[in-house]
T-cell receptor
Framework: AQKITQTQPGMFVQEKEAVTLDCTYD???????LFWYKQPSSGEMIFLIY??????QNATEGRYSLNFQKARKSANLVISASQLGDSAMYFC????????????FGPGTRLSVLP | DSGVTQTPKHLITATGQRVTLRCSPR?????VYWYQQSLDQGLQFLIQ???????AKGNILERFSAQQFPDLHSELNLSSLELGDSALYFC??????????FGEGSRLTVL
């Protein structure tokens, strides 16, 4: 079974609008971490935001916020006031433990910001 | 800038050849992770080293091998290359909350 599901292969948003990128995850662990990464066309993987499973408040980092709904096992990324530079692939990821194979990525969502 | 350095950034080679990709982690980071990103496969975990020892192995082919040296830099060796090995290869190190910081990647093209 897929550990991380991102159901939106592609999304469009108008510049200055907010956009939500969906992510659902599957785990039976109580302790885990959720992450979002951005990959622009240049190829680098940029860490955006982290949410721990025990964190009661949703994580925020500048224009990024993570809408964490633990019971629904969802960790959606919200980007406010979209900018043209936000056009990129976005990956949701989860870590269930300390070992490398327990850090898994979703298939990604390609976001295009329209002027 | 993540502080993780990968070389070379681009590499073009022929089938059957062998290449070595190098990764220098951030100062003080003991873990190194290697990932492969192909167009149709997404990000695939290959192998993890911690302080010189192999810690976890993922979908790494037998033609591939890696090691982490005493100065903590790591090398990923890819041999008997096939067209399907063309991909972006990332190394990453670990932050304080378990996040991975990635290098810029090494783009390998096998012709």
């Amino acid at each position: 079974a897929q550990k991380i599901t991102q159901t939106q292969p592609g999304m469009f948003v108008q510049e200055k609008e907010a956009v939500t990128l969906d992510c659902t995850y599957d785990t039976s662990d109580q302790s885990y971490g959720l992450f979002w990464y951005k990959q622009p066309s240049s190829g680098e993987m940029i860490f955006l935001i982290y949410q721990g499973s025990y964190d009661e408040q949703n994580a925020t980092e500048g224009r990024y916020s993570l809408n964490f709904q633990k019971a629904r096992k969802s960790a959606n990324l919200v980007i406010s006031a979209s900018q043209l530079g936000d056009s990129a692939m976005y990956f949701c990821a989860m870590r269930e433990g300390d070992y490398g194979q327990n850090f898994v990525f979703g298939p990604g969502t390609r976001l295009s910001v329209l002027p | 800038d993540s502080g993780v350095t990968q070389t070379p950034k681009h590499l073009i080679t022929a089938t059957g050849q062998r290449v070595t990709l190098r990764c220098s982690p951030r100062s003080g980071d003991l873990s190194v992770y290697w990932y492969q990103q192909s167009l149709d496969q997404g990000l695939q975990f290959l192998i993890q080293y911690y302080n010189g020892e192999e810690r976890a192995k993922g979908n790494i082919l037998e033609r591939f091998s890696a090691q982490q040296f005493p100065d903590l830099h790591s090398e990923l060796n890819l041999s008997s290359l096939e067209l399907g090995d063309s991909a972006l290869y990332f190394c990453a190190t670990e932050g304080s909350t378990g996040e991975l910081f990635f290098g810029e990647g090494s783009r390998l093209t096998v012709l």
